[in-house]
């Protein structure tokens, strides 16, 4: 089946890191993503992951993906008060049809 | 700015009425998906438009239906709107031998009273 989850909330101090985590139940995920969500905007792509790696680093963002437990993490390091969103796990199949599986969404905010 | 754009911005209708939705893509890209994302919800897949024929379809009803132009760009049409179809319409593009490379539009926000 397809199904991810995410938390729903998160609050973290500026500065200070973030991890916004993810758990997918189809095995055959191809990709994973993270996109963000601010108010009244549409998604921005953030960072993807092939399934066969387990890490991914781009600038302050951090993907790890545990394919065994089928967990996906998104890590930002020094994070500022323009990083409150909603951010979005996702995942897709190259089966043809290039759908994305999305998540609830968790809803980040930084204090200052 | 990703080159999708979604036209209109935000649009009210009355329940039984049909909307129509458009959707611009990105330069280069010949796949088009659309996406509904209900308050609080993460988008849901609708369907998608390759070479102007449906390529995939979630679970939707038949009421909601599609096109896609030669130049790509593609249109949302729903019929007998009702109240639940109150959401965030979001339109993706992508190239389709590059399909993890979709960008969203900034959406349609589409009441229905």
């Known amino acids: 089946g397809e199904d991810v989850e995410q938390s729903l909330f998160l609050s973290v101090r500026e500065g200070d890191s973030s991890v916004i985590n993810c758990t997918y139940t189809d095995s055959s995920s191809t990709y994973l993503y993270w996109y963000k969500q601010e108010p009244g905007a549409g998604l921005q792509l953030l960072t993807y992951?092939?399934?066969?790696?387990d890490m991914k680093q781009d600038q302050r963002l951090t993907v790890l993906l545990n394919k065994k437990d089928k967990h996906l993490s998104l890590r930002i390091a020094d994070t500022q008060t323009g990083d409150s969103a909603i951010y979005f796990c996702a995942e897709s199949m190259n089966s043809g049809t290039y759908k994305y599986i999305f998540g609830t969404g968790t809803r980040l905010k930084v204090l200052a | 700015e990703t080159g999708v754009t979604q036209s209109p911005t935000h649009l009210i209708k009355t329940r039984g009425q049909q909307v129509t939705l458009r959707c611009s893509s990105q330069?280069?890209?010949?796949?088009v998906s659309w996406y509904q994302q209900a308050l609080g919800q993460g988008p849901q897949f609708i369907f998608q438009y390759y070479r102007e024929e449906e390529n995939g379809r979630g679970n939707f009803p038949p009421r909601f239906s599609g096109l896609q132009f030669p130049n790509y760009s593609s249109e949302l049409n729903v019929n007998a709107l009702e109240l639940d179809d109150s959401a965030l319409y979001l339109c993706?593009?992508?190239?389709?031998?590059?399909?993890?490379?979709?960008?969203f539009g900034q959406g349609t926000r589409l009441t229905v009273v």
């Open positions: 330069s280069g890209h010949n796949t």
């Open positions: 992951i092939f399934s066969n790696m």
């Open positions: 993706a593009s992508s190239p389709r031998d590059r399909g993890t490379e979709a960008f």
